[in-house]
């Protein structure tokens, strides 16, 4: 029996609340216990599935901040709280950010959307967190938010091979003319999803673009750029919303151009944001270095880089070339954000066509490689999903599974969501393993 995905989110979330009970947190009612059950015999119905040794690959002293914040976060009871209250402006909430950048398997939005799920039913919601100008840049869009506007836009992305403009921190970036325009930004309300209404935003832009503002009496004050940051302006609104309208601010500013806007309900609890642009690869985001450091002001404890599909799509893989890219990447990101843990994924593997027709993609297994060396010798944290999906006969289960899209590169909302939990247990084994380590050093 398969339970519905908000069944399955919630209850794997609560699971490891159980398993924390000796690390002091509170226990669930006995009643879930049963439903516990329930969830781990749907992750067990696929048997293809290597979870034995589902972990995150570090020595503890790397992932200990990360942890130790989630301790932290776990001790305030957070595991039920869904938003805060309208006056918590003046509140110094305790957030825990996570930023994971990756290709169109994150542009996507499930699987991170799963995991963000999971971890806010744990750990607290602190809101949507970062959402991009996608479809102002006519591509596919989350399902769980909408940007729509009354004017027409340019696009760039960080994969278009001669970009007019700079892409933004998002890998994309949107441009109008004049400044006679809107933004409508909307979070949609889904039984499956936390409560995601905010009360701040945080638009970023272009360092000359007009910072944007709210109607007056839905604003807690008045728009006051920081001259320090002049690529972001921050809107505090009065009361929680599931949407707003936002305006250029008046006044002499340039061409307005905007790359994302962060959604945050000034709650304790995880913030989980992320970057995803179909088709990128690691020398994609190694192009914008200058934009992406931006992402500093996000504040990620956690950086989580997915990506590798794309380089191992060509026939052409070359294993030297790709490790000297992600370096390219890495080295730039990691002076933007100098304190964070850094964690690198592998990509499952998938299907290459040939003359023959479609066939297992031998490069993934040679790119997983790549990765998790480079992961290794540079003091990152790694999640093999290569490994943990099935290894080499992974593709193949997956398809069988009806879990693989029909281009067999991609795959099902539900096997998405499958791959979101993996991540999520990854986490959560790690981290609970660590907790009861220490728990059992300091008895």
């Known amino acids: 029996m398969r339970l519905g995905w908000s069944s399955v989110s919630v209850l794997l979330a609560l699971s490891y609340v ?11 009612p006995s009643a879930e216990r049963e439903k516990v059950a329930l969830d781990t015999a749907y992750l067990s119905s696929f048997g293809f599935l290597e979870r034995d040794n589902n972990v995150i ?3 503890d002293s790397l992932l200990e901040p990360f942890f130790d914040h989630l301790r932290r976060l776990e001790a305030k009871d957070t595991s039920m709280q869904c938003v805060c209250d309208d006056d918590c402006h003046d509140n110094d909430p305790d957030v825990l950010s996570v930023l994971h950048i990756g290709d169109s398997h994150i542009q996507a939005g499930i699987l991170v959307q799963q ?19 996608l479809r102002l840049a006519r591509t596919n869009e989350p399902a769980d938010y909408a940007i729509v506007s009354s004017a027409q836009w340019r696009s760039a992305k960080c994969t278009d091979r001669e970009p007019s403009f700079m892409p933004g921190m998002t890998g994309v970036a949107v441009r109008t003319d004049g400044n006679d325009f809107s933004i409508f930004i909307s979070v949609f309300d889904n039984k499956e999803r936390p409560d995601y209404r905010f009360n701040s935003v945080t ?14 009496e839905l604003s807690v004050d008045m728009c006051c750029p920081d001259t320090s940051r002049l690529w972001l302006s921050r809107i505090d609104l009065t009361e929680l919303t599931d949407s707003v309208t936002l305006f250029p601010a008046a006044g002499d ?16 609890g995880v913030l989980y944001h992320s970057i995803g642009v179909n088709g990128a690869c690691y020398l994609h985001y190694s192009n914008i270095a200058g934009s992406l450091s931006c992402t500093s002001d996000l504040g990620p404890e956690l950086v989580i880089v997915s990506m590798g599909t794309n380089e191992s799509s060509t026939s052409r ?18 002076k933007a954000h100098p304190d964070a843990l850094f964690m690198l994924t592998t990509p499952a593997q998938n299907f290459r066509r040939t003359r023959n027709g479609s066939v297992p993609n031998d490069n993934t297994v040679r790119a997983r490689d790549v990765i998790a060396a480079y992961a290794r010798e540079n003091g990152m944290a790694l999640w093999d999903m290569f490994a943990v999906c099935g290894g080499g006969k992974a ?16 795959y099902t909302e ?8 993996l991540l999520f247990e990854a986490l959560m084994n790690s981290y609970y393993n660590v907790t009861a380590r220490e728990d059992v050093a300091v008895d």
């Open 18 to 28: 159980l398993m924390s009970v000796g690390c002091g947190a509170s226990a669930a």
């Open 203 to 216: 638009a970023y832009h272009s360092p000359s673009a007009p910072p944007l503002v709210c109607a007056r």
């Open 395 to 410: 593709a193949v289960a997956w398809n069988r599974a009806g879990l693989m899209a029909r281009d067999r590169v991609h």
């Open 57 to 59: 690959e570090a020595p």
């Open 317 to 334: 893989f070359n294993a030297d070339m790709l490790y000297r890219q992600i370096d390219d990447m890495l080295s730039s990101l990691r």
């Open 115 to 133: 995991v963000r799920t999971m971890m806010q039913t744990v750990f607290g919601n602190a809101g949507r967190g970062l959402v991009a100008p």
């Open 414 to 421: 539900e096997g998405y969501r499958l791959q979101g939990m």
């Open 253 to 268: 500013f340039g061409t307005p151009e905007y790359w994302g806007f962060s959604l945050e309900n000034g709650c304790d």
